[in-house]
């Protein structure tokens, strides 16, 4: 495994209900960051369906079992490239329905991860909570934690990854107008506050009235925005991050005077609260 990585997130602006045009797109951009040498490409939630749907009826067409075709046709190409990808979908799983990341890579599908906390937004408004336990996925890319969105709002969502030797956080996200701050101090707390890399693979463009933000980034283990994508166009940006940076969680400033540990320093005696179901 090497230790320097080379991460692209995609911001791209997904068609609702064209989810051929969709994967197309995804594809297409999939061979573009590789021949770039990116070896991690994130795509937004929902990249594959659109978001603003107005039921779960409508949205029903354009779900996907997991693993199923969709899945298979890009594990295919990630095989051809050697590469790996994360992107967002609809999944349908007997009367249940899930807003769904999926990790894939050239040995196939190697996981998914299931919204946990849904806000009363888009489709949101009708799918089920994820009901799977957050996990890290050990891959030659490093070990990567997904969730998504709303899901970054939630501090317990990224300690958690982070305390399971999660190298690399990924968020495929549809930020609307008015979520700004999340962009700009949230994700980049999240990365610094738990020494990860952090992928934000957000979308752009228009879908029912609804204006999505772009302001993909990535951001190093050391809480340093490395790129950041514009507001408004589909684009490619990428980065490089040392897998290293995120498992020395011990950061030494002065030493013996100035030396921190936000891992190692915890107290978890003292945060029952925070495990108390009310």
Request: glycine share 8%.
């Amino acid at each position: 495994m090497s230790d320097i990585i080379k991460i692209a997130s995609a911001q791209i602006n997904p068609i609702i209900k064209e989810k051929e045009k969709n994967l197309v797109k995804i594809l297409a951009v999939l061979r573009e960051a590789a021949a770039n040498q990116a070896q991690l490409i994130v795509y937004p939630e929902c990249a594959l369906t659109g978001y603003v749907y107005n039921s779960k009826e409508e949205a029903g067409p354009y779900m996907e079992t997991i693993p199923g075709p969709i899945t298979e046709k890009v594990a295919l190409v990630c095989k051809e490239l050697g590469v790996y990808c994360s992107f967002g979908l609809l999944e349908k799983d007997g009367d249940k329905c899930f807003n769904v990341a999926v990790l894939i890579g050239p040995e196939g599908l190697i996981g998914k991860y299931r919204k946990t906390h849904l806000p009363f937004l888009g489709i949101d408004r009708f799918m089920d909570k994820g009901d799977n336990q957050f996990q890290v996925f050990r891959t030659p890319v490093g070990n990567i934690g997904m969730h998504i969105c709303y899901d970054v709002n939630f501090p317990e969502v990224c300690r958690v990854m982070a305390l399971m030797g999660a190298d690399i956080l990924v968020l495929p996200t549809n930020w609307p107008e008015g979520r700004g701050k999340v962009a700009q101090y949230v994700v980049v707390t999240r990365a610094f506050e738990n020494k990860v890399h952090f992928i934000v693979a957000d979308r752009v463009g228009i879908e029912r009235g609804t204006k999505f933000i772009g302001m993909s980034k990535i951001i190093n283990a050391w809480g340093d925005t490395l790129v950041e994508a514009s507001r408004d166009n589909e684009e490619i940006v990428y980065a490089e991050v040392s897998l290293s940076d995120a498992r020395e969680k011990h950061v030494v400033l002065k030493p013996g005077e100035f030396e921190y540990n936000f891992i190692g320093n915890r107290r978890p005696e003292l945060y029952g609260k925070l495990c108390k179901i009310e």
